[in-house]
């Protein structure tokens, strides 16, 4: 019912800027913005982590205590496309981040969240 795929990942330097960008293609009859959306990533040797979500009507977003006050998570319903805007960027940022979308979904875990995209490499050099 939707396809999710990420773009903008990179390497950048520590104290560096990232723009992710998430495209959503839904088919006919369903409606992006019933869509809650969130990011998470997974760095080397750990398990997939929740980092940031957004209600479908882009009114209430959440984050992870980490990345609070430098990531920021937006959507455009026109476009179907979510963005996670990245600032002061560090090395433990360092991670394949996943764009995931669930019907109605409000939640930070995985289980929430049904569609996933392919994901994007962001690495942080110090």
């Known amino acids: 019912q939707v396809q999710l795929v990420e773009s903008g990942g990179g390497l950048v330097q520590a104290g560096g800027s990232l723009r992710l960008s998430c495209a959503a293609s839904?088919?006919?009859?369903?409606?992006?913005?019933?869509?809650?959306m969130a990011w998470f990533r997974q760095a080397p040797g750990k398990e997939r982590e929740f980092v940031a979500r957004?209600?479908?009507?882009?009114?209430?977003?959440d984050y992870t205590s980490p990345v609070k006050g430098r990531f920021t998570i937006s959507r455009d319903n026109r476009k179907n496309t979510v963005s996670l805007q990245m600032v002061s960027l560090k090395p433990e940022d360092t991670a394949v981040y996943y764009c995931?979308?669930?019907?109605?979904?409000?939640?930070?875990?995985?289980?929430?969240?049904?569609?996933w995209g392919p994901g994007t490499q962001v690495t942080v050099s110090s």
């Open positions: 957004i209600t479908g009507s882009g009114t209430n977003t």
């Open positions: 995931a979308g669930g019907e109605w979904s409000i939640g930070t875990t995985e289980s929430d969240y049904a569609y």
């Open positions: 839904v088919l006919s009859g369903f409606t992006f913005s019933r869509y809650g």
